[in-house]
């Protein structure tokens, strides 16, 4: 696994949690990358994706409480979660895609089609 993950774990409702997740040099500026999730009984949901000019994307349901970023000189990608709710509560894990757009990097990891991704770190909310 050359995706990892970390910053996970347990808050109130309307907290805060950051994710990280590093990845190789060659992984990171090739691809989209993004973040998704899945919880148990429930289908993997593409949450957020970035693109390798920047751009980005979101699942409706997180706009506006959850913000991607990154920082190349790190190779790291970030998942700022704000405003939790227990609804939000599952295993997230980052990927890499091999997506022209973030928008399309978001469906693709929705059908798994991901070129590699992490083992997941997870988000509870209660």
């Known amino acids: 696994v050359q995706l990892v993950e970390s910053g996970g774990g347990s808050v109130p409702p309307g907290g805060s949690l950051r994710l990280s997740c590093t990845a190789p040099v ?11 999730r899945q919880a148990p ?9 970035i693109g390798t000019d920047g751009t980005t994307a979101y699942a409706e349901s997180v706009k506006g409480r959850f913000i991607i970023s990154q920082d190349q000189g790190k190779n790291t990608l970030y998942l ?12 997230y894990a980052c990927a890499a ?10 469906d693709r990891m929705r059908e798994g089609l991901y070129i590699n991704r992490g083992r997941g770190t997870q988000v509870t909310v209660s």
């Open 41 to 49: 009984g429930k289908e993997r949901e593409g949450v957020a994706a």
């Open 97 to 106: 895609l091999n997506t022209r757009t973030a928008t399309q990097a978001l």
């Open 80 to 91: 700022q979660m704000d405003s939790l709710q227990p609804e939000v509560a599952a295993m």
């Open 26 to 36: 060659d992984t990171y500026r090739n691809n989209c990358m993004g973040w998704f």
